[in-house]
């Protein structure tokens, strides 16, 4: 009986993808010939790395807006900052081949480009409220748009970006920056090496999980103070907020711009993890998987809290990481065709998509 | 009716309560069927008497664009202290008095309170006024119902009045502990049947979720306080419990009640005086031991009065 209750409060899709992961770590201590200490170590990376753009989603849903498809703008916000900082960088202090920024300067790179990209965010975050107001009830399906819009606006940006740094423009020279700009020597794996140590051949990326607790805490925070309680409350029950003197509206253009900005300062942390800004189309899909973090970790879409981010996100990335070099390592060893390889990619699409429409289905928590 | 039907048959609360034909129907009898005779025995604390009270509440011209529940231009004064009944059939407009003084629905007119008026419109305002609302729509506007029984409490009272906070400002604390004693006490003494105050209130009973209601109203602490329809979905005892909490609160504390419903038994049981609401306006006040007919009559909108002119309309 205990563990029917057990498996209940975890819920279906946590208990599956929680077995699933386990036998593929299972499978790859025993019949692989993958290390294991280098496996948890990326899967360590990744949920760090993309931690704070799942944090991202909750603010927008408990103010009663839905899963927030919009991400990418909020992206977009972050690298505009990215790029700025970068750029303003190599014109003031230009770094020779295989030079780096001392750590502190590194540092200040990097916080300048959270800051810059979470005011544009808040800016682009309270217009996309405007726009939500005036489509009440699709928020998400609007959002979606709101996204691929971005993506194709920022691109016409990427390629008038007034940039003098060579780095980041095309190596002919002209006009129009590249389509991955390499963190080398600008705050590349700054947080994933702060404070790591390693284990076996990993290492736990001390810094970049810190700052991702850190900004969960922030969050569940915000939610027991007054305002965050209101948001909440118009969230919940729009018609009740409003008998409460709540500033129903308000509530919910707070809920975007929150959520924007910590989408322009997701995608920053992803980034130094990453080792890479990669602009253009990459940011277009970037939600989806995203909010099938959040979904995987018990949220709905109407009901979203920081311990659905902390499990969804780990289990959902640790999936991923595991699945595609086990897949890889067993067909070489079995001589498999090589066709198979695409088996995790599949496997995501269908895993982040699914997950997605199987929470839409479901209108309570 | 009395034109064009050979016999009447009157129900009343799902059930038949009188059949006339038409020789021998009038007005008052079929009135007095539709009320039932039915007279509670009002068994109320006595309230000390003193000077002729204020008029703490006044009304005028008030017109709620509140969709089924239209206020067509109230003038009403509640005076200071009192229970004031307000009675009404459904989609007479009764229920758009209350929602349109809190500002929930569009509302013109003039409201004073205390001699200035209250801000139409502007649901805090109201509230910072020491106004307090419980909405008949106890599922949809009166509760979270997926959030514990402490949040509903003390929601309103954080947010309007800035109590059960650590520090000021937006980005105050919430109180944990003293919320927790708050609700705790109010459970109380509201007896509330549940496992503890953080139990989520959607798995309450109608009667204790009203409850939890009036709990937060009451944590406002207002002096002025609209409830309507306190005793719909509540089952019996807990019905009882509701109005005696009511007239418990107005006697102790002196909070000015208009009481809003559609059982006028329970309006009789315990206001001083009661309003009768028909097509958007007031019919008139009467005392609450007046005759069934009286009431009937002003249900059924007016002595008369509205015979010319109107024909077309009943």
């Known amino acids: ?365 | 009716m009395l034109a064009v039907a050979d016999r009447i048959t009157v129900l009343r609360d799902g059930a038949v309560a009188g059949r006339v034909d038409r020789a021998d129907a009038t007005v008052e009898k079929i009135a007095e069927l539709m009320i039932g005779r039915a007279l509670p025995e009002r068994d109320l604390p006595p309230r000390a008497e003193g000077a002729d009270p204020s008029v703490t509440l006044r009304l005028r011209d008030l017109v709620v664009e509140m969709p089924g529940e239209e206020v067509r231009g109230v003038d009403l004064d509640v005076k200071d202290g009192e229970i004031l009944g307000v009675a009404g059939l459904a989609g007479q407009g009764k229920l758009g008095i209350a929602n349109g003084v809190l500002g929930l629905f569009p509302a013109t007119g003039t409201v004073e309170s205390g001699g200035s008026p209250l801000p139409l419109g502007d649901t805090l305002g109201v509230l910072k006024r020491g106004v307090a609302f419980v909405s008949e729509d106890r599922r949809q506007v009166g509760l979270l119902l997926d959030e514990s029984i402490e949040t509903n409490i003390v929601g309103t009272a954080a947010h309007v009045q800035g109590r059960f906070l650590k520090g000021s400002g937006p980005f105050a604390l919430l109180d944990k502990s003293a919320i927790r004693a708050h609700a705790e006490r109010m459970i109380e003494e509201f007896d509330i049947r549940c496992q503890g105050p953080t139990q989520a209130v959607r798995r309450l009973s109608g009667g204790n979720q009203q409850k939890v209601c009036l709990a937060r109203a009451f944590t406002l602490e207002p002096s002025l306080l609209f409830v309507s329809e306190p005793t719909r979905g509540v089952d019996v005892g807990a019905k009882d419990r509701v109005l005696q909490l009511l007239v418990k609160v107005n006697r102790e504390r002196g909070t000015t009640i208009v009481l809003t419903s559609s059982e006028l038994a329970e309006l009789r049981q315990v206001s001083d005086r009661i309003a009768v609401v028909s097509e958007g306006r007031i019919q008139g006040i009467l005392p609450p031991d007046a005759p069934d007919v009286d009431f009937g009559l002003l249900f059924a909108g007016g002595h008369g009065a509205r015979r010319d002119g109107h024909g077309g309309e009943s």
């Open chain 1, 1 to 365: 009986m205990n563990v029917v209750a057990l498996l209940k409060r975890l819920g279906l899709t946590r208990t599956v993808l929680a077995a699933f992961l386990l036998g593929l770590w299972v499978l790859s201590a025993t019949a692989s010939s993958l290390d294991m200490s280098i496996l948890i170590s990326d899967c360590l990376v990744r949920t760090g790395m993309n931690g704070i753009l799942v944090l991202a989603l909750v603010p927008a849903v408990r103010a009663g807006v839905g899963l927030n498809f919009g991400l990418p703008l909020g992206m977009v916000c972050g690298l505009i900052g990215m790029v700025t900082v970068m750029d303003l960088a190599g014109r003031t202090m230009p770094l020779e081949l295989g030079e780096s920024y001392g750590m502190g300067l590194q540092f200040a790179l990097l916080g300048t480009a959270m800051i810059l990209g979470a005011l544009l965010g808040m800016i682009a975050g309270w217009l996309y409220s405007r726009l939500l107001e005036a489509v009440k009830g699709q928020e998400m399906m609007v959002g979606i748009y709101v996204g691929f819009g971005s993506v194709a606006g920022a691109s016409i940006l990427w390629l008038l970006f007034p940039a003098k740094n060579p780095e980041l423009i095309w190596p002919l020279g002209g006009v129009g920056l590249r389509n991955t700009l390499v963190l080398d020597g600008y705050f590349q794996h700054l947080l994933d090496r702060f404070g790591s140590f390693s284990f076996g051949n990993g290492f736990f990326p001390t810094g970049v999980l810190l700052v991702w607790v850190l900004a969960c805490a922030a969050l569940w925070l915000f939610f027991r103070t007054r305002i965050g309680a209101a948001l909440a409350a118009a969230g919940a029950n729009p018609r009740f907020a409003a008998a409460s003197g709540i500033d129903v509206r308000s509530m919910r253009s707070l809920g975007v711009v929150l959520s924007t900005a910590l989408a322009a300062i997701g995608i920053v942390v992803f980034s130094q993890s990453y080792g890479f800004v990669q602009l253009y189309k990459a940011p277009l899909l970037m939600a989806f998987p995203t909010v099938a973090a959040l979904l995987i970790g018990g949220a709905s879409v109407r009901n979203a809290k920081i311990a659905h981010v902390l499990i969804g996100t780990f289990l959902f990335q640790s999936v991923l990481t595991t699945s595609l070099p086990l897949v890889n390592d067993l067909i070489a060893q079995h001589g498999g065709a090589k066709a198979l390889a695409n088996v995790p990619e599949i496997a995501r699409l269908i895993i982040s998509n699914g997950i997605i429409l199987y929470a839409l289905t479901r209108k309570e928590s």
